[in-house]
Nanobody
Framework: QVQLGESGGGLAQTGGSLRLSCVAS????????MAWFRQALGKEREFVAG???????????YYGDSVKGRFTISRDNAKNTLYLHMNSLKPEDTAVYYC??????????????????WGQGTQVTVSS
């Protein structure tokens, strides 16, 4: 059982930057494929970025089309922490951001149903 806890959300201006963190506990962090999703008010949950664990260690990181070139996902397995570096923020990036974890023989990176463990979310608000 893995517990996930996000932090780093807050208020940013258009064009600004934020870094989200997700600390994992209760499992071997490096074994988990990790992702960030977000959900804006009144909208469906959207895939943001995914990064493989050791099972898929040769695989690249993946990004949703709306954040490519602006966001970067990374992980520090020694610190049990997942990051999302967000640059060139836009008002449409306003959402609750969730980190998610899974482990197994398949990895549907951009599908929320593929992830077994979820954090409680952190709010990101970008002002225009």
């Amino acid at each position: 059982q893995v517990q996930l806890g996000e932090s780093g959300g807050g208020l940013a201006q258009t064009g600004g930057s934020l870094r989200l963190s997700c600390v994992a506990s209760g499992g071997t962090f490096g074994n988990y494929d990790m992702a960030w999703f977000r959900q804006a008010l009144g909208k469906e949950r959207e895939f943001v970025a995914g990064i493989p664990g050791v099972t898929w260690s040769g695989a690249p990181s993946y990004y949703g089309d709306s954040v490519k070139g602006r966001f970067t996902i990374s992980r520090d397995n020694a610190k049990n922490t997942l990051y999302l570096h967000m640059n060139s923020l836009k008002p449409e990036d306003t959402a609750v951001y969730y980190c998610a974890a899974t482990a197994g023989s398949t990895w549907n990176v951009d599908k929320s149903y593929a992830y077994k463990y979820w954090g409680q979310g952190t709010q990101v608000t970008v002002s225009s």
